[in-house]
């Protein structure tokens, strides 16, 4: 029986069609969006709210596909610099040092959303002194990924206000973010997809 070599380039291309990492599929629809010539072929994002390298990553298939760029989050620093080599990893978050997690729920920065959850008696673990990053150093991006479960809005305001990319994911389905909607459309902002926690919109 005649063995045939494996051609990683062509396993790869194969994959590429079909991963997806992204936690409703936003990841595709940026591929589709760069197929159809909307979206660069090559870029550069900052994913605020990374959490992970892979999992529920909106960037990780663009990643495969040659895009690089910036992950700020306080948690996976050691797997992203293992397995996203040419990105940046940024320990900490966008205006705010204090850290809530509620185990299997949320995991916000946010003292109003946070204060909320624990008077409908949510267990909660706190980190305090985590570093506060100044969102005046992030310029010349193509896509913009946001999702930090609360502050949201507030975060979006103060990077826009610096830099406003091409592109931009953020979560807009809890009651705290709508308001992330009417922001962008004042912007000149037009969405171009909804999935049922985030919205995708591209500047006019």
Known sequence: MKI???NRKKIMKL???FLSFGWEG?????IDMIEQGIMPEKGAYLDVGAHHPFKASNTALLYMRGWSGINVDIINERLFKWFRRRDKFIYGYVMADVSYYFPNKLFTSDVDVAQ???????ECSVTTGIPNIDPKQFKDYTLLCLDIDGGDYKVLRALMEVYQPPFICAENILEEQRTIDYYLESLNYKKCCQTLHNGIWKKN
Request: hydrophobic share 40%; charged share 40%.
């Open 15 to 17: 994959l590429r069609l």
């Open 26 to 30: 936003e990841d595709r629809i940026f």
């Open 4 to 6: 045939y070599p494996i």
């Open 116 to 122: 909320d959850r624990l008077g409908k008696g949510w």
